[in-house]
Structures are given as C-alpha cells and as structure tokens.
C-alpha cells in the first residue's frame, strides 16, 4: 500500500496529474484544488496517494496533503459519492466551506455544489454533520481524532486511513520512532525517508 509517492510532476490537467518517479510515470486522479496547491510541472513533488482496486479497475488517486485524502476519505463514505464524485465536490469548494456548510446543516447550500443532488446532500448531513474539523493542512479529521502534534503525524494518519485504530497507531509510530532515531543511518535521514521507512515498520507490526 503506498502512502506518497514524491518524483517530477510532468504533468497537470483537470483532476488528473502525472508523476515520475525514477522513470516511472504515474496517473493520478486529483481535485483541482490538490492540483493547484503541489509544485509546478518539471519541479518535484509528493502526492499523499489512495489506490481503488477491484477486479475492474485499478485507480491512483492522490492529494496535496493528508488532510485532503481524510476528507475525501470520508465523502467515501457517503453512499452515493464514488471517487469521481467526491473530487470534483472537493474541486468546488474549500474544505473549510465543506466542514462550515455541514456544521451548519444548510442543506440548500450543499445541494449547489456541483455533484451533489438532493438526495446525496441529505446523506452527506447525516453521515458527516459535526463529525470534521479541520486539520493544520487545511483538510478534515474526525473530531476528538486530530493528529498527534509530531514529527510523524503523517504516518499515523496513514495507518488510520487504511483501517488500523488511531490511538494503537500513534502508540506504535512514537515507540518504534524512538527506536530508529537510536540508529545513525536512520538519524541522517531527510524527513520524507524518515516517514516512508517508519511507515513500512510500523505498518508490518501491525499487520502481524
């Protein structure tokens, strides 16, 4: 399971991106909003990243930052928001008006957002309706479950997302944290190495 992948952004349209990373090209299905907000093409990039696999298809989607995909994470949720649809919700209004049109149940305002219909604006107040807030990146966490404020916020949102409980995944990213910062080779690390070589630690104790 990928968590980001970081490389040259060759690549910018609407609700899609490419990346190169070492000769490989990705495509990836982003909102426009992610899109605006990561690096020019030809400069580098990372792209927090959510795969949609089934027997049919196999999509890459992916986000400026890991408060982006909790939100489009939890527009999933929603029965009769796929993918598609919850990027281009994403694509038309801001987190902070998304969060601000649910905290305030204003079913009229949500039915103007492009993709979303009576029906599904109805679904969305009663699934997520005082649920979000906002993180320091600008996306949506669930209340009470904000990020721990530390270096390793991002790997323990990650592990959250793919279904590992939040609290066993802070307690696990901080202890094996404090484990390889004993290591030298680790120490010197760039933060982004740092992060992917916790997150494949942790990531295997937890599935054991």
């Known amino acids: 399971m990928f968590?980001?992948?970081t490389g040259i952004i060759t690549e910018k349209a609407a609700q899609?991106?490419?990346l190169d990373t070492h000769g490989i090209e990705w495509e990836i299905f982003s909102p426009d909003t992610s899109i605006q907000a990561l690096p020019a093409v030809g400069e580098t990039g990372r792209v927090y990243t959510w795969m949609q696999h089934?027997?049919?298809i196999m999509s890459l989607y992916g986000f400026a930052?890991?408060?982006?995909?909790?939100?489009?994470?939890?527009?999933?949720?929603?029965?009769g928001i796929g993918p598609k649809a919850a990027l281009?919700?994403?694509?038309?209004?801001?987190?902070?008006?998304?969060?601000?049109?649910?905290?305030?149940?204003n079913l009229d305002a949500?039915?103007?957002?492009?993709g979303v219909g009576k029906k599904t604006a109805a679904k969305m107040l009663l699934q997520l309706k005082g649920k979000l807030t906002l993180s320091?990146?600008?996306?949506?966490?669930?209340?009470?479950?904000?990020?721990?404020?530390?270096?390793y916020s991002d790997v323990t949102g990650a592990l959250a997302n793919m279904g590992y409980d939040r609290r066993?995944?802070?307690?696990?990213?901080?202890?094996?944290?404090?484990?390889?910062?004993?290591d030298s080779a680790f120490a010197q690390m760039g933060q982004s190495q740092k992060e992917d070589a916790l997150f494949r630690k942790a990531l295997v104790e937890m599935a054991q």
């Open 3 to 5: 968590n980001s992948l």
């Open 16 to 18: 899609k991106l490419c």
């Open 54 to 56: 089934s027997d049919s």
């Open 65 to 79: 930052s890991v408060g982006e995909r909790c939100l489009f994470l939890d527009l999933l949720k929603v029965d």
């Open 88 to 105: 281009k919700i994403m694509g038309a209004v801001s987190s902070s008006q998304l969060v601000k049109i649910l905290d305030d149940g």
């Open 110 to 114: 949500l039915q103007k957002v492009p």
């Open 136 to 151: 320091e990146d600008g996306g949506s966490v669930p209340r009470g479950q904000q990020p721990a404020k530390s270096p």
């Open 168 to 182: 066993t995944a802070e307690q696990t990213v901080a202890r094996l944290a404090q484990q390889m910062e004993e």
